[in-house]
């Protein structure tokens, strides 16, 4: 997923976040309750068309969900979270960080050689993998007092999103 931002210098996670903040205080259309453009573009302060266009490749990229609500006009397209915006921050890490990101989410500490075993990936590309999450501080190592050597478990840090 892209950093993008918008000629008005509106990036993607300002319109997601602005989505979730509407959605959740029922700035929505019947039917399906999702955001019309037209709330998102008056909340961002920015052109409908730039919504429009924005929300598109966030539909593409997973991270909203198109529905179909029922405005003052009629039938229109709305939109809504399509779960929450950690897809969005998992989305930046790549298919092996992210599912590194999951796994750890629902296993807790686990060895680098485990997780290459779980995902199915080479001990190296998982061992390059973690330690690029380690750089973005998404996640943290300690030595396993239960192994001889250079054995490290892993975990997510405090501030993973």
Known sequence: M???THPTEVTDRELLEAVEKLHAAGVTDALDGGVPTVEIATELGIQRKSVANRVRSLVDQGVLKRVW???PDGARRSYLPAG???LYERA???PTQSAILELLEHSGEMR???IASTLNKSESATSSAL???KEKGLVESRNDPTER???HL???TETEV
């Open 2 to 4: 892209s950093t993008q």
């Open 131 to 133: 330690n690029r999450l």
């Open 149 to 151: 050597g250079q054995c």
């Open 92 to 94: 930046k890490h790549g």
């Open 69 to 71: 609500g029922y405005g």
């Open 84 to 86: 929450d915006l950690e």
């Open 154 to 156: 892993f975990q997510l």
């Open 112 to 114: 680098s050689r485990d």
